[in-house]
């Protein structure tokens, strides 16, 4: 199984994100979290910002909308260039027609879960999406500690994914560390997001690294 490591930089230095983007270019792709300070009481940034980190970037853009009426603002950031776009199931109206559009205009299409959100409505709909993002944190700030409550939906998406065949990518996103990444990757995730983990440490290629290791020493 392909592990991706996928630095948030909502723990970077926002004055210096060019640089601090430079320092984890040995990592997958670079999450970028959008919040609007409605769907989560936070507020980072929008469309002209992640349209300037796409152009100075790296390695592609993983972006993760937090934000209400997705189905309206979510194309706008796969028209930018985000290899990956993805919205929450419990902000969006119509959640398998955005994602066709994500598609349509040549971004991957991941849906987002909550902590709180059951798995099972999406099982069926699989096919519909390229990623599954599991929420270990309530989404909105970095920092929070790893919810190990949340692995029972990871492990029914997995057994899903194996059943169909289907080419999906599971992703957590929260309190992710060494030890935490070890736990969601038994689970079934292979698609890591890690924010505080990496920006704090003096060595982030070293730190990208660990995990990466850290997680294939526990995949199936």
Not at 166 to 191: H, K, M, N, P, R
Not at 198 to 215: G, N
Request: proline share 6%; no cysteine.
């Amino acid at each position: 199984m392909t592990v991706r490591i996928n630095p948030s930089i909502l723990s970077a230095d926002f004055v210096n994100l060019h640089d601090d983007i430079e320092t984890i270019a040995s990592a997958d792709l670079v999450h970028v979290d959008v919040m609007d300070n409605h769907f989560v009481p936070n507020l980072t940034f929008g469309p002209q910002m992640v349209g300037r980190i796409q152009d100075v970037s790296p390695i592609p853009l993983d972006v993760h909308l937090m934000i209400d009426d997705p189905d309206r603002w979510a194309p706008g950031y796969a028209e930018l260039g985000a290899y990956s776009v993805t919205f929450h199931a419990e902000a969006a109206a119509d959640a398998v027609g955005l994602a066709r559009r994500l598609r349509q205009i040549g971004s991957r299409a991941g849906i987002a879960l909550k902590p709180g959100t059951p798995v099972e409505p999406y099982l069926d709909l699989l096919a519909e999406f390229d990623q599954v993002l599991v929420m270990t944190v309530e989404p909105g700030f970095g920092g929070q500690s790893f919810m190990p409550e949340t692995m029972p939906k990871l492990r029914l998406l997995r057994e899903a994914v194996v059943r169909t065949g289907l080419d999906v990518w599971l992703q957590v996103d929260g309190g992710i560390t060494e030890s935490t990444i070890a736990f969601a990757a038994e689970s079934g995730a292979d698609t890591f997001v890690a924010g505080s983990s990496v920006f704090s440490s003096p060595d982030r290629a070293a730190q990208i690294d660990a995990l990466r290791s850290a997680a294939l020493a526990h995949t199936h």
